[in-house]
């Protein structure tokens, strides 16, 4: 299967700092997405990218396909970003290939 | 719709004995999934279906495992004799396009 690469694998933040967290992967991707899982277990969808850049609020992410990479980009982070984020993603079957996730925690 | 829905939220059970978890998809999601996640680690893919034909599985969804979808609407995922190892968080997700979303799992303790 594809594999997926996630790092840094933890990061702590003062809260209002920006950070980076990129997701390397070993193939072709048909569908890449990027989801925050809440201290609760909640797993929810930030992105959709296989490709290109989105941005939504303070959220923002890039694939570069052809390089095999996608970086999420979290500005003046709030102490509710914390969470472990994972990139997810299927090359030509449907089967979704996770990282191990970035663990996140900012703090006040 | 209030999004996916799973039922239980936990379960204990002894070692040896059979569960079943039950997953209720957003209404017009067509494609449901299941996966299994550990502490520490990424959800790994288990099966999945488009509307009631299963049509991928997972390696790890050995024979004690079962999944239905029966009226490709809600989704029963069956562990018969379950061991020690299966204890983990059994995640449904469904999606209509390319995105997925989740329901809050099931946490499955083996005693």
């Known amino acids: 299967g594809i594999q997926v690469e996630q790092s840094p694998p933890d990061l702590i933040l003062q809260e209002g700092a920006n950070s980076t967290l990129r997701c390397n992967f070993s193939?072709?991707?048909?569908?890449l997405q990027w989801f925050h899982q809440n201290p609760w277990g909640q797993l929810i969808n930030l992105f959709y990218?296989?490709?290109g850049t989105k941005q939504n609020g303070r959220l923002s992410a890039t694939t570069v396909a052809t390089e095999r990479y996608s970086l999420l980009y979290i500005s003046s982070s709030q102490t509710t970003d914390s969470g472990v984020y994972f990139c997810?993603?299927?090359?030509?079957?449907?089967?979704?290939?996770f990282g191990t996730g970035t663990s996140l925690t900012v703090i006040p | 719709d209030t999004g996916v829905s799973q039922d239980p939220r936990h379960k204990i059970t002894k070692r040896g004995q059979n569960v079943t978890f039950r997953c209720d998809p957003i209404?017009?999601?067509?494609?449901l999934y299941w996966y299994r996640q550990t502490l520490g680690q990424g959800p790994e893919f288990l099966t999945y279906?488009?509307?009631?034909?299963?049509?991928?599985k997972s390696r790890l969804l050995s024979d004690r495992f079962s999944a239905e979808r029966p009226k490709g609407s809600f989704s029963t995922l069956e562990i018969q004799r379950t061991e020690q190892g299966d204890s983990a968080m059994y995640l449904c997700?469904?999606?209509?396009?390319?995105?997925?979303?989740f329901g809050s799992g099931t946490r499955l303790t083996v005693v």
């Open positions: 990218i296989p490709s």
């Open positions: 209404s017009e999601h067509n494609r």
């Open positions: 997700a469904s999606s209509l396009n390319d995105r997925g979303t």
């Open positions: 997810a993603l299927s090359g030509t079957g449907n089967q979704f290939y």
């Open positions: 193939d072709s991707v048909n569908n």
């Open positions: 279906f488009q509307n009631e034909a299963q049509l991928e």
